[in-house]
Nanobody, 124 residues
Framework: VQLQASGGGLAQPGGSLRLSCVADDVFDLAQYTIGWFRQAPGKEREDVAC????????HYRDSVKGRFTISRDSTKNTMYLHMNNLKPEDTAIYYCATGSPIVVVCVDAFFNSWGQGTLVTVSS
């Protein structure tokens, strides 16, 4: 799956951003488990949010619960990450990714297609 992420930028603490990730038209994003991951400077990549296509369950890491929302629009073959009440610790490169329909855990090792990453900087 070819993925193209966008929407990153500079936001103030408490602000909002929406990340988008468009999949190539030859792939039906609705048939894949999708996820957003991030990597902050000097840190390992970590999960942010995922939707498992097989059971419909959504996972969020604790630090973003209540602030971030993952979604997909099948008509546009696009996944989103809506980020509200941003904090400086959310600063990172954010990556979208897809995994096979059997993937039910939000672990990057199980995702095999990745977007190029989009930088989110939260600073006053």
């Amino acid at each position: 799956v070819q993925l193209q992420a966008s929407g990153g930028g500079l936001a103030q603490p408490g602000g909002s951003l929406r990340l988008s990730c468009v999949a190539d038209d030859v792939f039906d994003l609705a048939q894949y488990t999708i996820g957003w991951f991030r990597q902050a400077p000097g840190k390992e990549r970590e999960d942010v949010a995922c939707i498992s296509v097989s059971d419909g369950k959504t996972h969020y890491r604790d630090s973003v619960k209540g602030r971030f929302t993952i979604s997909r629009d099948s008509t546009k073959n696009t996944m989103y990450l809506h980020m509200n009440n941003l904090k400086p610790e959310d600063t990172a490169i954010y990556y979208c990714a897809t995994g096979s329909p059997i993937v039910v855990v939000c672990v990057d090792a199980f995702f095999n297609s990745w977007g190029q990453g989009t930088l989110v900087t939260v600073s006053s």
